[in-house]
């Protein structure tokens, strides 16, 4: 099996600035892309950006610009550098992890809770 764990998280004031981390432990060649999902109370979780282990990366509308994936595939870490927060950037983020057999579930981490103050 495959465990994630984020980290990182916190309180800021708008317009500051985090940086989320994601470590993968156990079976980590069952890993294929990476990515980042944030989901507020009340409200269906939404991907933030997803990275694949050459590199390419897809963002939200809503990160592009201030969001920023990248990942370690030697330590098989997966990071997000958010800067300018706003508070609607308010969510716990998830980190998930692609399984490589389609057959199977994704894996995914416990959150990490992130608060943007106006």
């Known amino acids: 099996q495959v465990q994630l764990a984020e980290s990182g998280g916190g309180s800021v004031q708008a317009g500051g600035s985090l940086r989320l981390s994601c470590a993968a432990s156990g079976s980590i060649f069952n890993i294929d892309a990476m990515g980042w999902y944030r989901q507020a109370p009340g409200k269906q979780r939404e991907l933030v950006a997803r990275i694949t282990r050459s590199g390419s990366t897809n963002y939200a509308d809503f990160a592009k610009g201030r969001f920023t994936i990248s990942r370690d595939n030697d330590k098989n870490w997966v990071y997000l550098q958010m800067n300018s927060l706003q508070p609607g950037d308010t969510a716990v983020y998830y980190c998930?992890?692609?399984?490589?057999?389609?057959?199977?579930?994704?894996?995914w981490g416990q959150g990490t809770q992130v608060i943007v103050s106006s």
């Open positions: 998930r992890g692609e399984n490589r057999d389609i057959r199977y579930a994704d894996y």
